[in-house]
């Protein structure tokens, strides 16, 4: 296994970094302040991108990505993990899910979303069902040939933004030895479509300026040409095309983690106590040596995962090992480098109690600690007959 980077990663690094600091970082204090991504910045940071040839840039080249591979991709989430996440919003990444479009759903839906001319969403969590999917009471009957939805959703990403929302809907119900089973499909709902509608969520600590929504569906009526794949067919669509999401979680934790550290390593060479830097004192270095012998753990656990999957190699384990180790780094080193700071480390002055505030949600979304645990030790067992 060769360890280093190529020219070209080499290259996709430095310029989604550059991009970070000299697009994101000088809108960070706005963003946090206010909450808001003011919609002119947002659609600059989009056509930025979109001129630099990254926008989409997890899609293949066919439909007009720019066609990286799970490493590549991998190494452009964990370089935005250091900017804001309201901003690098608008640094587009669509849902892969969006490569099941077919038919007429490919002009309409996906190469627009590829283009940059649309924007989406994905819901799937609703108030009762978060981790447990099949409990989700959001549900579509048919009605006259169409499908009539009914049910509430929340805690959707970027639905504030979105043009067109992919949901997951329950369709029907199996009966089986451990009970009811709902039968999920996934549903592509435009923005504006009579009984859809969507309205803020919750003030979340973490991300300010990323906004949570809550969708409502009162008899929303959805023809067939809005079903996206086959009919009771969505954990099929979701297992294709979402598994990776959480090396997104994983990689981001890495970048916010590594600029985190940043702060954390200069104060440690520059602040000054009973006459010395206070890096020389054993218990803040020992931290110091703590904490990056961690990132890079995290960081080659997540690079470790992609190339798993670049390779067509089973890698479920791995993404998940991958997802609750740097989601949980990035809170030790979030909380050591405030503890570096001192009570600085409190103050709005520097970032880092945002840093601090910000890391908590990456072990909740995406699954949490708890469901990646689960995953982890299910594959390990079940071969064992456990």
Known sequence: MHFGLTEEQEMIVSTVRSFVENEIYPHEELVERTGEVPHEVGEAIKQKCIELGFY?????????????????????????????????????????????????????????????ERMDALAMTEPEAGSDVRGMKCFARRDGGDWL?????????GADHADFIIVFIATGEDDTPKGPKKRITAFLVDRGTPGFTIRDGYKSVSHRGYKNMVLEFDDCRLPDAQVLGAVDGGFAVMNEWLYATRITVAAMSVGRARRCFDYALNYAAERRQFGQKIGKFQGVSFQIADMITEIDAADWLTLASAWRLDQGLPANREIASAK???????????????????????????????????????????GTSEIQRHIISRELLRPLGA
């Open 324 to 366: 609750v180790y740097a989601s949980e780094m990035l809170a030790r080193v979030t909380d050591t480098t405030l503890q570096i700071f001192g009570g600085m480390g409190l103050m709005d002055d520097f970032p880092i109690e945002r840093f601090w505030r910000d890391a908590r949600v990456e072990r909740i979304w995406d």
């Open 56 to 116: 989409a840039c997890n899609f293949p080249e066919n439909v007009g990505g720019a066609g990286l591979g799970h490493v590549d991709f991998a190494l452009v989430e964990r370089e935005l993990g250091r900017g804001s996440m309201a901003l690098n919003h608008f640094f587009g990444r669509p849902q892969n899910i969006l490569m099941a479009c077919q038919g007429e759903q490919i002009e309409r839906y996906l190469m627009p979303a590829v283009r940059g």
């Open 149 to 157: 939805v009914n049910g509430t959703k929340h805690f959707i990403s």
